[in-house]
């Protein structure tokens, strides 16, 4: 009986392949032995970059782009899940999805239901002021957090906010100068105020003019009441008219 003889091709796991990802000589076979794919060498090509020996044509199920175009055409990227034809030139779509216009508004739909009315007695400072019992949907404001408060039949319900954030803080307007001179200021600014010590007159600067804002005088008062007799001056001395006359 002559002699058989057995030809067996390199084999491993898939797993081992990947790690090892060995470069086969052209037309060396290699087989997965957990999945039974096959994977023919050419030579240059490591085993990741290698396509499975599906026949004429396959599929390329990698993460980056097979280089063997010619065998496989098709390529399904696992990192963006889709799959991809070779035009010649380049990798594209095989599926291009594209998004069809936007349809017409639908119909208005029905009106909702008439929402609960409620009353609004006033506020309170806390939670804890909040009056014992009241009417249903009677409703306060409590001053400590601004939310709304509402009696249901039992209790008091924290209806939440209805008072917006506090905005922020406005800039700070424009500061007047105040002067105090006989003459007018050089340079005014409206709204600034001078004292004019000559006349004892106030101005504020308004509309590129000094507008006095002191009062009018008021008018004259009564003649006061006749001040008390003065003292007696020095008696006179006559005698040089005395002497004339002798």
Avoid: C
Avoid at 145 to 173: F, H, K, M, R
Wanted: glycine share 14%; aromatic share 10%; no cysteine.
């Amino acid at each position: 009986m002559p002699a058989q003889t057995i030809i067996k091709l390199r084999r491993d796991v898939a797993a081992a392949w990947a790690s090892s990802n060995p470069v086969l000589a052209s037309g060396e076979a290699g087989v997965e032995t957990d999945t039974q794919k096959i994977k023919i060498g050419n030579g240059t090509s490591a085993w990741n970059d290698l396509l499975y020996t599906y026949g004429e044509r396959g599929v390329s199920v990698a993460a980056t782009a097979p280089t063997n175009v010619t065998r496989t055409p098709f390529w399904y990227n696992t990192s963006d899940q889709e799959l991809y034809i070779h035009d010649g030139s380049d990798w594209v779509l095989a599926v291009q999805t594209t998004i069809g216009p936007t349809g017409p508004t639908g119909p208005l739909g029905p009106t909702g239901p008439q929402g609960t009315n409620i009353n609004f007695v006033g506020s309170v400072a806390t939670v804890q002021d909040l009056p014992s019992g009241a009417s249903v949907n009677d409703a306060y404001i409590v001053d400590a957090d601004g939310n709304l408060w509402v009696w249901d039949g039992s209790e008091w319900v924290d209806a939440g906010q209805i008072v917006g954030p506090i905005g922020p803080t406005g800039p700070t307007g424009p500061q007047a100068s105040y002067y105090v001179s006989d003459t007018a200021p050089s340079s005014p600014e409206s709204g600034d105020i001078w004292f004019n010590s000559s006349i004892g007159n106030t101005f504020i600067y308004y509309d590129s003019y000094w507008v006095e804002i002191t009062g009018s005088a008021g008018p004259q008062g009564a003649t006061g009441a006749t001040g008390a007799t003065g003292p007696t001056g020095p008696a006179a001395d006559f005698s040089p008219f005395l002497l004339m006359g002798a």
